[in-house]
T-cell receptor
Framework: GENVEQHPSTLSVQEGDSAVIKCTYS??????FPWYKQELGKRPQLIID?????GEKKDQRIAVTLNKTAKHFSLHITETQPEDSAVYFC????????????FGTGTRLTIIP | NAGVMQNPRHLVRRRGQEARLRCSPM?????VYWYRQLPEEGLKFMVY????????ESGMPKERFSAEFPKEGPSILRIQQVVRGDSAAYFC??????????FGSGTRLTVV
């Protein structure tokens, strides 16, 4: 089955700086890669996703890049703000069958004011 | 649209009791997924259901755990004879198609 690895497990950045979180996946058939943000005690919320037919997607301060050859994808947050502090999870999904998401282990992002 | 509704939000059970967790998907969503999140860990897939059918239960322990999604009513995750290791947050997600999950707020189960 699919295996998703995520790094780093914790990340602290100065407010205004950029943050980058990286994930690798094992199943070359996976073609959908969402990113979720989870604040303490709350539900995971989708912040951005990318499908394998594109290499990059951007939404304001958030961008995701995908390298299918290397089987890795990354989340980029620019001009970080205190409200970006949360745990971020990447995930991967195969194109057929049971359609479940396999999640990475999460990155705890702390923005230092 | 009220979103994915899970109840209860918090559930305390003594060891050996049964826990029933409910999930009402968003209107129009026919796919339901259950995930378990242990403290300080990621989300682990448990089971994927469509109306009246279990599609994939590969992530669910073979014993004590069961799930259903009846024709009418919410999806139910049932844990029999709970043990301390079952303490976790259980999240339900629904989707109208293969992608675009929406998660509920979760049920935090504490076994004492």
């Amino acid at each position: 089955g699919e295996n998703v690895e995520q790094h780093p497990s914790t990340l602290s950045v100065q407010e205004g700086d950029s943050a980058v979180i990286k994930c690798t996946y094992s199943d070359s058939a996976s073609n959908y890669f969402p990113w979720y943000k989870q604040e303490l005690g709350k539900r995971p919320q989708l912040i951005i996703d990318i499908r394998s037919n594109v290499g990059e997607k951007k939404d304001q301060r958030i961008a995701v890049t995908l390298n299918k050859t290397a089987k890795h994808f990354s989340l980029h947050i620019t001009e970080t703000q205190p409200e970006d502090s949360a745990v971020y999870f990447c995930a991967a999904s195969p194109p057929f069958g049971n359609e479940k998401l396999t999640f990475g282990t999460g990155t705890r992002l702390t923005i230092i004011p | 649209n009220a979103g994915v509704m899970q109840n209860p939000r918090h559930l305390v059970r003594r060891r050996g009791q049964e826990a029933r967790l409910r999930c009402s998907p968003m209107k129009g969503h026919s796919h339901v997924y259950w995930y378990r999140q242990l403290p300080e860990e990621g989300l682990k897939f448990m089971v994927y259901l469509q109306k009246e059918n279990i599609i994939d239960e590969s992530g669910m322990p073979k014993e004590r755990f069961s799930a259903e999604f009846p024709k009418e009513g919410p999806s139910i995750l049932r844990i029999q004879q709970v043990v301390r290791g079952d303490s976790a947050a259980y999240f339900c997600a629904s989707s109208p198609n293969r992608d675009s999950y929406t998660f509920g707020s979760g049920t935090r189960l504490t076994v004492v």
